[in-house]
Structures are given as C-alpha cells and as structure tokens.
C-alpha cells in the first residue's frame, strides 16, 4: 500500500513537472516575442523620425518645390527622388547578396500585393495621385512632414487625406471588382525583358545616377534654393538646408535597414486606412472586410507609429534648422483637394510616391514603375494646363 502511495506521489510531481516546465517554455516563448515586438517598435520610430528629419532637412516637402518641379522650375524634388530611388536600389543589391533568403521574402510579399491589381487600376491610381501633387503641393507621406514643419494649412490636407482613406476603403470592393487583376502588374522588369536581374539593377543605378548627375550640372542646387540665414552649418542637424543629392541618398539607405531589420518595404499611405479604421465599432467593420483588414495588427498599428515618427523627425529638424513654419503654403481649398486625390490615388494603386515611387520601383516591378510615371506624367501635364504665377508662386 505504501509502494502504490508513493508511486502515485511520483507520477502527480512528474506531471506537474511537466506543466510548471511547459508553462516555464510558454512564458519564454511569450516574453521573447514580446521582446521582438519591442525590438520592431524601436526600429519603425527611428526609422520614421529619420525619414521625417531628412526630408525636412532636403527641403522637398514645400509646397512650391513639389508644384515647379512638375513645370520643371526647380530640380530639387527630381534630384532627391532619383537619388534615393539609385540608393534604394542599391540597398535592394546588396541584400539580394547578404540576406536573399531575407529579401526574397519582402519581394514575395511585395508581389503577393501587386497580383490583385489590374495595370488600368494601377495606372488611374497613379494619374489621381500625380493631380493631388500638383494641386496640394505635397505626398502622401509628405503631408506628416509638412505638419512636423508648421506647413500653414498642412491639417487641411491631412484632413483631406483622410477623407479619402475613408472613401476608398468602403468603396474598395467595388473598385477593385471593377477591374481583374493582370500577371504583367506584378512581374518585374527583368523577368519581362528576360535579362539577368543583376545586370538590369546595376543598369538601372547607373542610369539614375547619370540622370542625377547631369540634373546637378545644368542647374546647379543652389540655383534652385534661396537661403534665408546662409550662416548655418553645410551638412549638419542645424543646417537649413541640405544638398538634395545627399539627402536623397540618405532616404534611400533607410531602405536598407527597413529590409534588413523590419523585413518590409518604406511606405506611408497604408497609415491613412489604418487611422479611418479605428473611427468604426468592430460589428460596422464586419460589413467592409478591407477596413477591417486594417483594423488590427501590430504592422497595420506600426504604419500610424512610423508617420507619427515622420512628424516628430520633421518638427525636430525644422526647428533645428530655424525653419519652422517658415515654407510657403497651398490656398486651404487645394489644401484639402490636393489631400483628397493624392492619398485617394495611393490607395487606389496600392502604394505612393514611397511605396511605389521608390520601393516597388527598386524591386523593378512594373506595376510600380507604371504607378510612379503615372504619378508623374498626370502632376506635369496638370502643371503646364494651369501655369500661372497666381497657381505656382
């Protein structure tokens, strides 16, 4: 009798063995996601306050550079963008060498995206975007870095911006179902003209940077930018201003560390969705699956946290550089226009001038590609339909 006692006391403390060193294993597994979570949050906050800082810093974010850029009166804008896309899509080789299996994954994901869109979906999205730069004087990702400079008028495009979040995530399923999906949207350049993928990123750098040489030679930066305090510091957190072309590499090599350590591509308009999602009670949501979608998740959350960061890296840059609300703003009713179509149109063609313009081009994907000279090619030819001092001052 003392045996069978003593074999069922052995048998209970080796079962509650096992469950203390089960839940011993659980509270690990919990603590090191938690752990990773914290690590993710960290990264996406810097990450943002230093794309936010720089952009303020390259001085691209004033209404006015945007809007004569698309009548090709200054290049600063052109500069940057070139730059940092070249620089993107350096990072972009260099971690197909260090990290593939890493890369692949973001790429893969990237691509999962794409295949849902049509060229003439990707392509109306783009045109409505490149309209709201040219009347809003701003970007989808700009518009965080305008409020963080005390941009006059800058909430009016938030606003705005917002309102289309809004529209475009409850009409989402019948914009989407009105347009089937096309494989050429999210093939990449090289597997279209079947050339070794390495040979066309390298050509496609030295193209960029050629471009951006010959930019800086013709029309020299400086030409393009008046100085309001010219004793600042070259290139320093206190600068005014700094060299577009450094500054664009700066933005690009941020691609870098965001592939690297987030495993995922810059982008900023998602952060629209994400904040008109939270306005809706779950069971309202349950009726429109793509606001829903948004709802939860610690990337849907981080999107909100980066353009947050974005206007805090802005704010501490402008003030830095004595030139807080100090940029020449658009009237309010462009303002809120301007806010409208540009994230309407980001939303519309999956990605803006970050998320397609430099992230879905460095991965030289088409539907990308065709978004960003969309973007570009609607902005110009509204530009030049309206040129007039009043518009473009």
Same mark, same amino acid.
């Given at each position: 009798m003392d045996e069978l006692n003593e074999l069922r006391k052995r048998n209970f403390n080796d079962g509650e063995n096992v469950t203390n060193k089960e839940e011993a294993q659980q509270q690990k597994k919990n603590n090191e996601n938690e752990n990773k979570d914290l690590k993710i949050i960290i990264i996406s906050s810097i990450l943002g306050f230093l794309f936010g800082f720089i952009l303020e810093k390259s001085k691209v974010y004033e209404p006015k550079f945007i809007r004569q850029q698309m009548i090709f009166n200054k290049f600063l804008m052109m500069k940057m963008f070139f730059s940092a896309l070249a620089t993107s899509s350096l990072s972009i080789f260099i971690l197909n060498l260090i990290a593939k299996e890493r890369y692949n994954k973001v790429f893969e994901s990237y691509r999962t995206m794409l295949k849902s869109k049509s060229i003439l979906i990707v392509c109306a999205g783009g045109l409505i975007l490149g309209l709201g730069m040219t009347i809003g004087g701003s970007c989808p990702g700009m518009v965080f870095v305008q409020l963080g400079a005390g941009v006059n008028y800058s909430y009016l495009t938030l606003v705005g911006g917002l309102m289309a979040g809004l529209f475009h995530g409850l009409l989402n399923s019948y914009l989407t179902g009105s347009s089937k999906p096309d494989a050429i949207t999210s093939k990449t350049l090289f597997e279209l003209i079947k050339v070794n993928a390495i040979i066309v990123r390298i050509l496609f750098i030295v193209l960029l940077a050629a471009g951006v040489a010959l930019m800086e030679i013709f029309v020299p930066w400086k030409k393009d930018y008046s100085f309001r305090d010219n004793t600042r510091p070259f290139f320093s957190v206190t600068s005014e201003v700094w060299q577009p072309i450094i500054g664009g590499c700066c933005l690009g090599s941020l691609q870098f560390f965001s592939l690297l =350590? =987030? !495993?995922?591509? =810059?982008? !900023? !308009? /998602? !952060?629209? @969705? @994400?904040?008109? /999602? =939270?306005?809706?009670?779950f069971k309202i949501l349950e009726k429109f699956p793509y606001l829903k979608k948004f709802r939860f998740g610690l990337n849907n959350y981080l999107s909100l946290l980066f353009v947050l960061s974005v206007f805090g890296g802005s704010m501490a840059s402008s003030f830095l550089g004595g030139v807080f609300n100090k940029a020449q703003s658009v009237h309010p009713y462009n303002a809120v226009l301007g806010g409208f179509l540009l994230v309407f149109g980001a939303r519309l063609a999956g990605g803006c001038n970050t998320g397609h313009g430099i992230s879905g081009t460095s991965h030289l994907f088409i539907g990308s590609i065709v978004a960003m000279m969309s973007m570009f090619a609607s902005g110009i030819l509204l530009g030049f339909f309206v040129l007039t001092n009043d518009f473009f001052d």
């Open positions: =350590l =987030l !495993s995922k591509s =810059l982008g !900023s !308009s /998602s !952060s629209f @969705t @994400t904040a008109v /999602s =939270l306005i809706f009670p």
